[in-house]
């Protein structure tokens, strides 16, 4: 069995001492509550003996925590993690599984304002409280900070479904060649990510899935939010003019060259705005567990979403 302490190092959780101790501090509570629920499901009623009796957790909450941050970071087997904490498998399964939802459940946080000061007590107190979970929150966060979102998607290579399954071509992506899952995400001017979806099967074409989110309708109860896209959104930007922003079009054949340079000049421009967008989805593959996933496809959803809401919380005064 390695030391807890050395395995609570930044190499293995990817996080540093201080976010993990906000993180103790902000789940521990609800991992207690919902520990207490599925007791009083399973005893039908409430406890009768006094608290604190009865058996130990082989592995406290701070293990867990570890155990599955380590997991998400470098995707190490459940058998591997459970000879380093000295514990059997199972254990390290059910902790994951516990850990990996209430990350996921916390949405991704939102940035400083510019020349805000806050001591750091308060800050941190901030950071629990205002998360943003929902595609209307990040709209509304926008519209009240006038900030500009990005917004892309990015696919994740996932295992073959098996031979007779249905829905099976549905995974299958066109543009990777690959069985994937796709995710859009937004991410506003300087790189940092403010919302996820819930994956949708890699077939889906991007705007599709932007649709299937409700972003029609953000865009019409936020009239004066602008979002970044590229290519992909056209169908978008000719929807909602002025507010889903695509690159120009390229002109004709035989147009003046003045006309090209202005276009390519316009192009350049458009680049450069989206591409922090892209910076953020390169934060999420630094995860291993997000550069190829090999476990069950329901499960990615929450792996992805534990992984964007620690990256935001990493990115919040970035």
């Known amino acids: 069995m390695v030391n807890r302490a050395v395995l609570a190092h930044r190499l293995f959780t990817g996080i540093s001492r201080r976010h993990l101790a906000c993180l103790i501090k902000e789940l521990a509570v609800s991992w207690q509550a919902g520990l ?41 087997p459940h058998s591997v993690l459970g000879l380093l904490f000295g514990v059997d498998r199972s254990t390290i399964t059910r902790a994951i599984a516990e850990v990996r939802t209430l990350l996921a ?3 991704c946080a939102v940035p400083d304002r510019p020349g805000l000061r806050l001591r750091l007590r308060l800050r941190l107190r901030l950071r629990l ?63 940092r990510t403010l919302w996820t979806d819930a994956l949708r099967p890699g077939r ?57 340079e202005q276009w390519e000049r316009d192009r350049h421009g458009h680049s450069s705005d989206r591409i922090t967008v892209e910076h953020a989805l390169a934060d999420h593959k630094r995860w291993k567990q997000l550069t190829r996933w090999t476990h069950r496809r329901d499960r990615l959803p929450d792996t992805y979403r534990a992984i964007v809401g620690l990256v935001s919380d990493r990115t919040i005064n970035a």
């Open 36 to 76: 207490e629920g599925r007791r009083h499901a399973v005893r039908g009623g409430a406890r009768k003996r006094a608290a604190g009796a009865g058996a130990r957790h082989q592995l406290v909450f701070v293990d867990r925590l570890v155990a599955t941050l380590i997991h998400l970071r470098h995707d190490l």
């Open 105 to 107: 459940e916390r949405g």
């Open 129 to 191: 409280r205002l998360r943003l979970r929902t595609l209307t929150n990040v709209f509304a966060y926008a519209q009240a900070e006038g900030i500009e979102l990005r917004l892309d998607a990015t696919e994740i290579q996932v295992r073959r479904p098996p031979a007779g399954r249905g829905g099976r071509r549905a995974f299958v992506s066109g543009k990777k060649k690959q069985n994937t899952m796709k995710a859009t995400v937004i991410a506003d001017w300087r790189g």
């Open 204 to 260: 889906m074409h991007d705007a599709t899935a932007a649709r299937n989110e409700g972003i029609a309708i953000c865009f019409q109860h936020f009239p004066d939010v602008e979002v970044l896209l590229d290519d992909g959104y056209l169908g978008l930007s000719r929807d909602h003019r002025g507010q889903a922003i695509t690159p120009p079009r390229k002109p004709r054949p035989g147009a003046l060259p003045g006309r090209v």
